[in-house]
């Protein structure tokens, strides 16, 4: 009777290990299906690559609140002569012809229920480096949530940089 039990309790632990695994894998992050397949790597970090800094794409990220999605018109401005015959720039090119903009899919923002006020511009200017907050985006070949920002992970990073800790800082 003492080697089934054994044998049962065995049985529910590489179930339980198992179902954790399978737990643990579900919450890694998935990169969202974009409108064109766009490589960080290949335009920040790739030695054949421009090697573009993160604000020429996201232009507003030191001038405003909100970073910005690249537009077409950034996006064509190199690709018109860059890469014509890459199947995803004729993707962008074609949607450059109709005047319309990529439907880029965000993949960082807060929830409205959050009631969060957040500034690129402040975060920038406080010298917030990107990687910080985006994760290592300059090495990511799709963009998926690296960083999941909650109250406490703020509150942690503003408490390791001095900064305000105030309930109105954040939410207005």
Avoid at 66 to 81: E, F, K, R, S
Avoid at 128 to 147: I, L, S
């Amino acid at each position: 009777m003492g080697r089934w039990i054994k044998i049962i309790l065995l049985a529910v632990a590489v179930v339980f290990v198992a179902g954790f695994v399978m737990l643990q894998a579900s919450n890694q992050p998935t990169a969202p299906q974009q409108p064109i397949a766009y490589n960080h790597w290949q335009h920040v970090t790739s030695k054949d690559g421009p090697q573009l800094s993160c604000d020429y794409c996201h232009e507003y990220a030191d001038k405003s609140a909100h970073a910005t999605i690249p537009n077409i018109t950034t996006c064509m401005g190199c690709h018109a002569a860059v890469k014509t015959e890459s199947p995803e720039v004729q993707k962008l090119a074609a949607i450059a012809k109709r005047k319309e903009q990529p439907k880029w899919v965000r993949i960082y923002s807060f929830e409205p229920e959050a009631d969060v006020f957040f500034s690129h511009k402040a975060h920038v200017k406080a010298n917030v480096d990107c990687k910080e907050c985006h994760g290592n985006v300059p090495e990511a070949q799709t963009m998926k949530r690296e960083v999941k920002h909650t109250m406490g992970w703020c509150i942690d990073c503003h408490r390791q940089r001095n900064a305000s800790i105030d309930c109105y800082v954040c939410h207005r």
